[in-house]
DNA sequence: TTTACTATACCGACCGGACGGTATATGGCA
DNA sequence: TGCCATATACCGTCCGGTCGGTATAGTAAA
């Protein structure tokens, strides 16, 4: 685990302080701080704050094209396979719903919704996917928002089902798409 | 819809800046010229900005809950009563998806995320009033999820379906509460 | 004259970003 | 081998601007 570039470092530690202290704390010098560097440094890696955060959203676009991947692979064949994907992906906790990924979100919207933009791009691909091999795409997009959600409540910590509860609706979901 | 008091007027404006401007522009000052007043008349009616968003996030609460209350008595009764008045107050414009509300949580979760713990405890509230009358709690927790999901993505402005579409997926939902 | 409300001026803190400088490593070249 | 040149990675400091919050003076109605 030994970090060879201290580009992802930076990134972890930026993902950290807004997951363990809020995205209003995700600042230059923290971000720095974290990391063990100086802002300075931070700023020879990433010419803005804008472009960190663009780093951030990329990093979990690739993360859940990963694990995108990884499900399908497994999954068998069949409809409602990509949307199947969908869910097994949301669960993860290399998702987006956890502790690495997710924040990038945030800090996107909060500092500059324009950096939201290569999600659009990304959610639009997904959706698609999902679509071309379901049967049922009012049902399939259903089950698809419920994924949101559930990343969406973990980003707001809200009062969610407890681990045997979650995994219930994970089973429910996946019950929908047989 | 003349604006009684001058409170609602400027929570009618931050609301309106956190939708059409983003989080990061929503500053006391940005707030008293969307009201047409200066920053001192907002600090007067709100004594900090975590007043004004604790009375954002208020507004929002009771906004659904008025909502739910409406449906749930327009909605027959049975199996799914409560689940079936979460997807209506869903969609409907005038709730957490809509214009008016649904910044709020935005605004909360970026300035301070503690004042988000109105939230959680009515979370907790809808949750258990959802189960409470659900033959199979995990398909109403789904659908319920699919809901913030829907929430969720109007924030980020997320590419979601056109209103056709969106239409399908709410009686989809519906169809799976009955 | 008190109350309710508004406007102006200002302070202090913070933060993003720019910049000059430094240490190390590498590589050509005589 | 010794010497200079350059690139990479990073540090510390500073500046400009923004924003939350305070203090205070003013105004209009009751």
Same mark, same amino acid.
């Given at each position: 685990?030994?970090?060879? @570039?201290? *580009?992802?470092?930076?990134?972890?530690?930026?993902?950290?302080?807004?997951?363990?202290?809020?995205?209003?704390?995700?600042?230059?010098?923290?971000?720095?701080?974290?990391?063990?560097?100086?802002?300075?440094?931070?700023?020879?890696?990433?010419?803005?704050?804008?472009?960190?955060? *663009?780093?951030?959203?990329?990093?979990?676009?690739?993360?859940?094209?990963?694990?995108?991947?990884?499900?399908?692979?497994?999954?068998? #064949?069949?409809?409602?396979?990509?949307?199947?994907?969908?869910?097994?992906?949301?669960?993860?906790? *290399?998702?987006?719903?956890?502790?690495?990924?997710?924040?990038?979100?945030?800090?996107?919207?909060?500092?500059?919704?324009?950096?939201?933009?290569?999600?659009?791009?990304?959610?639009?691909?997904?959706? #698609? *996917?999902?679509?071309?091999?379901?049967?049922?795409?009012?049902?399939?997009?259903?089950?698809?928002?419920?994924?949101?959600?559930?990343?969406?409540?973990?980003?707001?910590?809200?009062?969610?089902? @407890?681990?045997?509860?979650?995994?219930?609706?994970?089973?429910?979901?996946?019950?929908?798409?047989?």
């Amino acid at each position: 685990m030994s970090p060879p @570039n201290t *580009r992802e470092t930076i990134i972890d530690a930026a993902m950290a302080i807004v997951r363990e202290q809020g995205v209003n704390k995700l600042t230059l010098d923290a971000a720095a701080k974290v990391a063990k560097l100086s802002k300075g440094g931070v700023l020879y890696h990433f010419k803005s704050k804008d472009d960190l955060i *663009r780093a951030m959203v990329q990093r979990m676009i690739d993360s859940c094209d990963a694990l995108h991947l990884e499900y399908y692979a497994q999954e068998p #064949e069949g409809p409602y396979r990509w949307a199947r994907t969908v869910v097994r992906t949301a669960f993860d906790p *290399r998702g987006p719903s956890g502790d690495p990924v997710g924040g990038a979100l945030l800090a996107a919207v909060t500092v500059n919704p324009d950096l939201l933009a290569p999600i659009h791009a990304k959610f639009a691909e997904w959706i #698609e *996917r999902v679509e071309s091999d379901s049967p049922n795409p009012a049902l399939a997009a259903l089950v698809c928002m419920a994924m949101d959600g559930y990343v969406f409540e973990r980003m707001l910590k809200l009062p969610l089902c @407890n681990d045997e509860s979650c995994e219930r609706i994970k089973q429910q979901a996946l019950e929908l798409l047989k």
